[in-house]
């Protein structure tokens, strides 16, 4: 590639579509019945890793279905790990809580663990 046409954006745009794709080749290979069925065929594109990947997907959803993030009818922010909801108090929203994020984090460098603690 050597840099042409190779932006940061272009990077990203084909990390972010590489899943979609591949569900697609995968339907379209099944559809027009052009499967690898040699064993020579990636290891990532057998059956064995369909049904796991299908597993982890199901958990997921599970651990999605027990702490909805996204079922916040008051548009408080939330943890996605812990559950706990921003404050009024707290005077953190949406917009800004990348720059308090980054802000805390400013103050913990240079600072041992044990001083945290």
Request: proline share 1%; charged share 25%; glycine share 8%.
């Amino acid at each position: 590639m050597h840099g042409q046409g190779l932006t940061e954006s272009v990077r990203m745009t084909w990390i972010n579509t590489m899943h979609s794709c591949a569900d697609v080749h995968i339907a379209v290979t099944k559809l027009t019945q052009t499967e690898y069925t040699s064993t020579d065929q990636h290891r990532e594109m057998g059956t064995t890793r369909e049904k796991r990947d299908r597993s982890d997907m199901s958990k997921i959803l599970a651990w999605f279905d027990d702490r909805d993030p996204f079922d916040r009818s008051d548009g408080r922010l939330c943890c996605l790990v812990s559950g706990l909801t921003a404050v009024d108090g707290d005077g953190i929203n949406c917009d800004i809580a990348e720059d308090v994020g980054a802000g805390l984090q400013r103050q913990m460098d240079g600072v041992s663990f044990m001083t945290l603690c």
